[in-house]
Nanobody, 128 residues
């Protein structure tokens, strides 16, 4: 089974930055579209950002993080990243990386049910 491990979360003041990372086991990372989701207490897990299987082809962001967050991947290192700048208290969340096995090289997926594998999550807390 594919395993995903997030890291990089923590406590940061508003306006600060964090970089989340997700390492993916196995030899098939390049065959997976990837995404970042967050889940706040009592709320549904929500899409934050996604990237297609083919690096540099397509990315997608939730309205409200555009211009502040950047998703990227390094297929040679089996790593997914989320650079988060100008953080706001409303960004406080548990962030999860997710992988979807797909033959489509250009598609970005934004639905929870689209994804096959999930990490355990990393907490991001932004203080005001």
């Amino acid at each position: 089974q594919v395993q995903l491990v997030e890291s990089g979360g923590g406590l940061v003041q508003a306006g600060g930055s964090l970089r989340l990372s997700c390492t993916v086991s196995g030899r098939t990372f390049s065959f997976h579209a990837m995404g970042w989701f967050c889940q706040a207490p009592g709320k549904e897990r929500e899409f934050v950002a996604g990237i297609s299987r083919s690096i540099g082809v397509s990315t997608e962001y939730r309205e409200g993080v555009k211009g502040r967050f950047t998703i990227s991947r390094d297929n040679a290192k089996n790593t997914l990243s989320l650079q988060m700048n100008n953080l706001k208290p409303e960004d406080t969340c548990v962030y999860y990386c997710a992988a979807k096995s797909t033959l489509y090289p250009y598609n970005v997926f934004s639905g929870r049910d689209d994804y096959d594998f999930w990490g355990q999550g990393t907490q991001v807390t932004v203080s005001s």
